[in-house]
């Protein structure tokens, strides 16, 4: 069949958006658009794929191969240069903070695959006290994102993080309003939150957040580090595959 190449190609380009289980930061106005596809060669590439949906898992799993051997790649480096902002920051939340191995998150409140990661990290910090959890709260979908991150922040010192996170991640239509509401069923005196949020502090720490994911190549949320690993998406096997690498890793040092 001599189009089979071709269309076998076409394939793969049209899965090329597929990617991993993450979300990503929205791009901005000035961009080139995406050249669009030839509208008959298209229609061709549809029937083919309808005739050969495989191709689309085949394809969709070697992306993902050559997307965490890139991403891995590129931020090993960084992540050891970087190794002290990624998980010794006193100002992130860290849960299980006498834990012997680190996992950090970045993720944002109103991100779908953060969402979906949650209710793993709250068992992952419920049932491995060896675990030290960061948070690191990475603002990528705008104001309300920023307010809901502030207002976690802000609520560090009343000792509701963990609720405030849990509740967030709950919330399928994340609106200002519903931080406040969520916030105060968690407990928190929210004016109290809302005003130590707006610091000066909170705003450098939010910037420096945004730097340090930028010199990591994190692009998306979530992205998970442990040791010299990154793990970009919500690929909750993989994470929980490397913390028992760390684990393993630990025991035979010690």
């Known amino acids: 069949m001599p189009l089979r190449r071709p269309l076998a190609f076409a394939a793969a380009g049209l899965v090329l958006s597929i990617g991993m289980?993450?979300?990503?930061?929205?791009?901005?106005?000035?961009?080139?658009?995406?050249?669009?596809?030839?509208?008959?060669?298209?229609?061709?590439?549809?029937?083919?794929?309808?005739?050969?949906?495989?191709?689309?898992?085949?394809?969709?799993?070697?992306?993902?191969?050559?997307?965490?051997?890139?991403?891995?790649?590129k931020s090993q480096g960084a992540i050891a240069k970087h190794r002290q902002a990624i998980e010794r920051d006193p100002r992130d939340f860290v849960a299980n903070p006498n834990g012997t191995i680190t996992v950090t998150e970045f993720f944002d409140y109103k991100c779908g695959y953060c969402k979906l990661a949650a209710p793993q990290i709250l068992e992952i910090i419920e049932k491995n006290p060896d675990?030290?959890?960061?948070?690191?709260?990475?603002?990528?979908?705008?104001?309300?994102?920023?307010?809901?991150?502030?207002?976690?922040?802000?609520?560090?010192?009343?000792?509701?993080?963990?609720?405030?996170?849990?509740?967030?991640?709950?919330?399928?239509?994340?609106?200002?309003?519903?931080?406040?509401?969520?916030?105060?069923?968690?407990?928190?005196?929210?004016?109290?939150?809302?005003?130590?949020g707006q610091s000066a502090s909170v705003t450098q720490q939010l910037q420096d957040i945004q730097g340090l994911a930028q010199t990591l190549a994190i692009e998306g949320t979530p992205a998970f580090i442990v040791g010299d690993k990154m793990i970009p998406g919500a690929d909750m096997n993989a994470l929980k595959l490397a913390i028992e690498e760390a684990r393993l890793a630990a025991k035979k040092k010690g």
């Open 21 to 73: 289980a993450a979300c990503s930061q929205p791009q901005t106005a000035g961009k080139a658009d995406t050249p669009k596809v030839d509208e008959a060669f298209g229609k061709k590439v549809r029937a083919y794929l309808l005739e050969h949906p495989e191709i689309l898992l085949e394809v969709s799993a070697k992306l993902q191969e050559k997307q965490l051997a890139e991403a891995s790649a």
């Open 131 to 196: 675990v030290r959890f960061v948070f690191k709260e990475f603002v990528i979908f705008g104001h309300t994102s920023e307010v809901a991150a502030r207002m976690a922040i802000g609520a560090q010192d009343q000792g509701k993080t963990l609720a405030v996170y849990k509740a967030m991640m709950e919330e399928k239509s994340l609106d200002d309003a519903a931080v406040d509401r969520l916030a105060k069923a968690a407990g928190v005196d929210v004016a109290k939150a809302r005003a130590a």
